[in-house]
C-alpha cells in the first residue's frame, strides 16, 4: 500500500484538544476550511528548523509557498526537535519544529523570549513505526512490553519465547538483535518512550524524555540516521516517522486483542481519546496522546508534530503567520499528505489552529 495515497482527517472528537480559540476563531472563518489563504504576497527570509520527522512535508510546503511568495525564502534545518527548540528559545530561529509540545520549563523560557504568548500548533501527524531489518520475516507482531525488553536490553535473540508466542506462525532466526535508538535529542524519542512508559505494564522503567535513557544497542542521528542504520544491519530493529520508513519491516502493535499496523488512519484514531495540555493558553494546543487505548484500529506510537513560533515575534511577523497559516491551510496539509503520508486535520480542528495563528503580530 502507498502511504502517500492516503487522505485521512482526523476524528471529530479531536476539536475538544483546541477548546477556547472559538472566539479567537470567529474573524478567521472567512470559508470552510478556516484559512484565509495567502493572496497577500510576503517577503524576506524565515529562517527555522528542528524535527526531522517533519523533514519531507517541509520539503513539500517550501516548494509550493516559495513558488506562491517568489520574494520568501524559508530555510529550514532538520537538526532534530531537541535542537530546534534549542535554537529558537536562544533567539537563532524563528520558528521551532518538534515532535514534542514545549515542557513548562521551556515554556516559561519562551514567554520570556517572545515577551509573551506564543503559537504552538500541530501541524503534522504521523505514526511512529517500528522498523526492523531481520532476514526471513517480512511480517512481524510485537506487544508493548516485548517492544520495551528489545529496546531495554532484555531480550536479545530474535527467537526469544516472549516474540514466539506473539509471531507463532513465523521462523525467527536465533540472530542478535540490535535496537537502534537516536542519538540526537529527539521528539520521536520522547513520543516513542512515552509509549513504552505508559503500554509496556511496568517493562520499560525509565521516564520518558527526549535523550534516549538506557546504556546499549546503535545510536544514530536523525530520523535518516536511524532508518540508514537498521537497513545496513543485520537482525536491527528502532523507530522512525513512518513516512521515512520505506522498505523496511515494520510491526504491527498490540493494541486490546489485535495488532495494529502503522497506518495515517490508526494514527488518526488515536486522538479520539486524547486531550490537551491543561493550564496552557488559548493559541497553545499542546496534545497528550492515549497511549494506552484499547480502541479497535488505533496505532498508539504516534507523534502530533508542532511548529512554534513567538505571538508577537520582534520582526517578520507577516511572514511567519503567512507561512503558518499555509502549513495549516487544506492546502499545506494535503501537500504534506501527498509527500510524507501524515493524517492531515480537520476542516474543524484547522479552524482552530489557524485561529491561533490568526493572532501573530508585529510586537
Same mark, same amino acid.
Given at each position: 500500500m502507498?502511504?502517500n ?5 482526523a476524528?471529530?472528537a479531536?476539536l475538544?484538544? %483546541?477548546? +477556547?480559540l472559538?472566539?479567537?476563531? /470567529?474573524?478567521n ?5 478556516g484559512s ?11 529562517n527555522a528548523g ?9 520539503a513539500a510546503?517550501?516548494? %509550493?509557498?516559495q513558488?506562491q511568495?517568489?520574494?520568501a525564502?524559508?530555510?529550514? *534545518?532538520?537538526?532534530?526537535? =531537541?535542537?530546534?527548540?534549542e535554537?529558537?528559545?536562544?533567539? +537563532?530561529? $524563528?520558528?521551532a519544529?518538534s515532535?514534542?509540545y514545549l515542557s513548562?520549563d521551556?515554556? $516559561?523560557?519562551?514567554k520570556?523570549l517572545?515577551?509573551?504568548d !506564543?503559537?504552538?500548533?500541530p501541524?503534522?501527524?504521523s505514526p511512529?513505526a517500528?522498523i526492523?531489518?531481520?532476514d526471513?520475516?517480512?511480517e512481524?507482531?510485537?506487544? %508493548?512490553?516485548?517492544? $520495551?525488553d528489545?529496546?531495554?536490553?532484555k531480550?536479545?535473540?530474535?527467537d ?5 508466542a506473539?509471531n ?5 532466526p ?6 537502534v535508538?537516536?542519538s540526537? *535529542? ?9 509509549y513504552l512508559?505508559?503500554?509496556?505494564e511496568?517493562a520499560w &522503567? ?7 535513557p538506557?546504556?546499549g544497542? @546503535?545510536?544514530? @542521528?536523525g530520523?535518516?540516521?536511524v532508518?540508514a ?8 530493529i528502532?523507530?522512525?516517522?513512518e513516512s521515512q520508513?520505506?522498505?523496511? =519491516?515494520? $510491526?504491527?502493535?498490540?493494541? =486490546? *486483542? &489485535?495488532?495494529n499496523?502503522? &497506518?495515517p488512519?490508526a494514527a488518526?484514531?488515536v486522538l ?6 491543561a493550564g496552557r #493558553? %488559548?493559541t497553545?494546543? /499542546?496534545?497528550d496522546?492515549?497511549?494506552t487505548s484499547?480502541?479497535a484500529?488505533?496505532?498508539p506510537i504516534?507523534l ?6 513567538c505571538?508577537?515575534p520582534a520582526?517578520? #511577523?507577516?511572514l511567519?503567520?503567512a507561512?503558518l497559516t499555509?502549513?495549516a491551510?487544506p492546502?499545506?496539509?494535503?501537500? /504534506?499528505?501527498?509527500?510524507a503520508?501524515?493524517a ?5 480542528f484547522g ?5 491561533? !495563528? @490568526?493572532?501573530?503580530?508585529a510586537?
Amino acid at each position: 500500500m502507498n502511504r502517500n495515497s492516503l487522505r485521512i482527517a482526523a476524528p471529530a472528537a479531536v476539536l475538544a484538544l %483546541a477548546f +477556547g480559540l472559538s472566539a479567537c476563531g /470567529a474573524a478567521n472563518e472567512s470559508d470552510d476550511s478556516g484559512s484565509k489563504g495567502t493572496d497577500t504576497k510576503v517577503s524576506g527570509t524565515l529562517n527555522a528548523g528542528g524535527s526531522s520527522a517533519q523533514e519531507a512535508a517541509v520539503a513539500a510546503w517550501k516548494k %509550493a509557498f516559495q513558488t506562491q511568495n517568489p520574494d520568501a525564502t524559508v530555510n529550514y *534545518d532538520p537538526v532534530g526537535s =531537541g535542537g530546534g527548540r534549542e535554537q529558537f528559545l536562544a533567539g +537563532g530561529l $524563528a520558528i521551532a519544529g518538534s515532535d514534542a509540545y514545549l515542557s513548562d520549563d521551556e515554556l $516559561a523560557k519562551a514567554k520570556e523570549l517572545c515577551k509573551g504568548d !506564543i503559537v504552538e500548533v500541530p501541524v503534522y501527524v504521523s505514526p511512529i513505526a517500528v522498523i526492523f531489518n531481520l532476514d526471513g520475516v517480512k511480517e512481524l507482531n510485537l506487544s %508493548a512490553k516485548t517492544i $520495551a525488553d528489545i529496546f531495554a536490553g532484555k531480550i536479545t535473540k530474535w527467537d526469544d519465547a516472549a516474540i514466539k508466542a506473539d509471531n507463532p506462525d513465523a521462523k525467527l532466526p536465533s540472530d542478535k538483535i540490535t535496537p537502534v535508538h537516536r542519538s540526537d *535529542d529527539s521528539g520521536t524519542t520522547q513520543n516513542f518512550t512515552d509509549y513504552l512508559s505508559k503500554a509496556s505494564e511496568g517493562a520499560w &522503567t525509565a521516564e520518558p524524555g527526549q535523550t534516549w535513557p538506557v546504556k546499549g544497542g @546503535e545510536a544514530a @542521528e536523525g530520523t535518516s540516521g536511524v532508518v540508514a542504520a537498521v537497513t545496513g544491519g543485520k537482525g536491527t530493529i528502532g523507530y522512525a516517522d513512518e513516512s521515512q520508513a520505506g522498505d523496511l =519491516g515494520q $510491526a504491527k502493535v498490540k493494541v =486490546g *486483542d &489485535t495488532f495494529n499496523a502503522a &497506518t495515517p488512519e490508526a494514527a488518526a484514531k488515536v486522538l479520539d481519546t486524547s486531550k490537551a495540555v491543561a493550564g496552557r #493558553a %488559548a493559541t497553545d494546543i /499542546a496534545i497528550d496522546i492515549d497511549r494506552t487505548s484499547t480502541e479497535a484500529g488505533v496505532y498508539p506510537i504516534v507523534l502530533a508534530s508542532y511548529q512554534i513560533a513567538c505571538q508577537t515575534p520582534a520582526k517578520d #511577523a507577516d511572514l511567519i503567520k503567512a507561512w503558518l497559516t499555509y502549513v495549516a491551510s487544506p492546502e499545506g496539509q494535503s501537500a /504534506a499528505g501527498d509527500s510524507a503520508g501524515s493524517a492531515p486535520l480537520t476542516a474543524d480542528f484547522g479552524k482552530k489552529v489557524q485561529a491561533a !495563528i @490568526e493572532t501573530i503580530k508585529a510586537s
